[in-house]
């Protein structure tokens, strides 16, 4: 029998603070997850700034299925399986790009960009006119929404709204990407990598795990990479949020902006500018509120991320590759309105800190790879992991910001209360309570 089908929630105890390791090794689960999560949940797609033009495309995955995710010649972005409907190929190999047409490279059927099929090659004399081809355009996904820029799809067509999705986390999303009046834009194009370890391992880091900081990434602390080392004035109230499906970021400067964790600084020269984004975000909401800018890591369920340290901004998505691998496409967003070459010095300091090759990813890759690779072993597997960091300690987001208006709960710093709501997420979907 399959592990699948057994108790999942013998396996996951978020209350207890435990995860048996077969959640990240065993195939049943992993095909579970793909039925069960990935065609039921709102799946980041890109951002409305990489897709100006008609005629603009990228491609992506949702879950394991490949998609093309195009403003059409109509001017509407759609998403479509990136799978030709005469034998399969993926018609389109192409990162990104503008086109009126994606032709596939097998037997080169046509579509245009918004997904009809519109040549067949030996279409009188091979198919004798019988084939109908207003029934074998590209498949569609049927929901695309927009949430201020950022695109994501999902494949149940009666899922809740993007915007209920995402709940009252909108409010730390707003604090995260909506801090500029002109809003945040993908420069740079995308990153993309694979990494030998289950796509949760990643997620359950950026969901967000503050412990790793001062001992993972000890060395560019040493070198001013992040902010100061060491633990000192690291335990002041600093915490996370978690509501809805959005999980992080912290609060993490007090409330006169100084920072409070690692996370929360670089050796940037450009505090200026993050001075005036905290002073809108005060003036907009509450002083307190400012404490979350900027705000470390978080994520939305199930594999959606991003990481915001002063001005430097990332958006990533985990995409599963089977139990044991999966690859990250990873973009940098800076605001809007930052002169140029702020922005270009951004983009500079994302690649030498958390691009592939960055110091920091390349640490965190090597945990992430490590974890796999002791946890796949035939003892290794049979194992829990432990999530009791901050359990009971919890406390409300008023209590966490100091502003009574601050949705949502969490732990302090020091705590894997994300991680344990996450898993309750997880199990839920997976045992098919989820709501619709
Ligand atoms: Fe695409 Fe044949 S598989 S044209
Ligand atoms: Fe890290």
């Known amino acids: 029998m399959s592990i699948a089908t057994t108790d999942l929630a013998g396996l996951v105890q978020p209350a207890k603070g435990t995860v048996s390791r077969q959640v990240y090794v065993d195939q049943g689960i992993y095909d579970h997850e793909l039925e069960r999560i990935f065609t039921r949940s709102w799946l980041f797609l890109g951002h409305t700034s990489q897709l100006a033009q008609p005629g603009d495309f990228l491609t992506t995955y949702m879950g394991e299925d490949p998609v093309i995710v195009a403003r059409g010649k109509d001017g509407q972005v759609r998403a479509m399986l990136n799978s030709c409907r005469h034998r399969g190929m993926r018609v389109c190999r192409s990162d990104e790009g503008n086109t009126s047409f994606f032709r596939c490279p097998y037997h080169a059927w046509t579509y245009s960009n918004t997904g009809e099929l519109t040549g067949v090659p030996k279409f009188r004399l091979g198919y004798g006119g019988v084939l109908d081809k207003k029934e074998w355009g590209l498949l569609e996904v049927p929901r695309v929404e927009e949430y201020g820029g950022f695109l994501f799809g999902n494949w149940d067509a009666g899922a809740v709204p993007l ?48 412990y790793h900081v001062a001992h993972s ?194 732990g302090g710093i020091w705590s894997e209360a994300n991680q344990r709501r996450w898993y309750e997420h997880w199990l839920s979907f997976m045992t098919g309570q989820v709501r619709r």
């Open 163 to 210: 915007t209920e999705w995402l709940g009252d986390f909108r409010l730390y999303f707003d604090l995260v990407f909506g801090r500029d009046p002109e809003g945040v834009e993908f420069v740079g194009g995308v990153h993309k990598w694979s990494v030998r370890s289950n796509w949760k391992i990643p997620t359950e880091n950026f969901a967000c795990d503050m």
């Open 217 to 410: 990434h000890a060395r560019s602390m040493e070198i001013g990479l992040l902010g100061p080392s060491g633990d000192d004035g690291y335990e002041i109230a600093a915490g996370m949020g978690f509501l809805g499906n959005g999980f992080g970021p912290p609060a993490s400067a007090d409330a006169e902006g100084a920072p409070v964790h690692p996370m929360a600084t670089m050796a940037t020269p450009y505090s200026e500018h993050l001075a005036a984004q905290r002073a809108r975000v005060a003036e907009r909401y509450s002083q307190e509120m400012s404490r979350v800018v900027p705000g470390g890591h978080g994520n939305v369920f199930p594999n959606f991320a991003f990481l915001d340290i002063e001005l430097l901004r990332l958006v990533r998505v985990h995409h599963p590759e089977g139990p044991g691998s999966h690859t990250v496409h990873q973009w940098c967003v800076v605001d809007k309105s930052l002169p140029a070459e702020v922005k270009d010095a951004l983009r500079r300091q994302y690649t030498l800190t958390f691009g592939p090759s960055g110091m920091l990813e390349q640490d965190d890759g090597e945990n992430f790879r490590e974890c796999q690779a002791s946890m796949r072993g035939v003892i290794g597997r049979r194992m829990e992991n432990n999530l009791m960091l901050g359990l009971g300690q919890d406390r409300t987001g008023a209590e966490i910001v100091g502003d009574g208006d601050a949705p949502g709960a969490g």
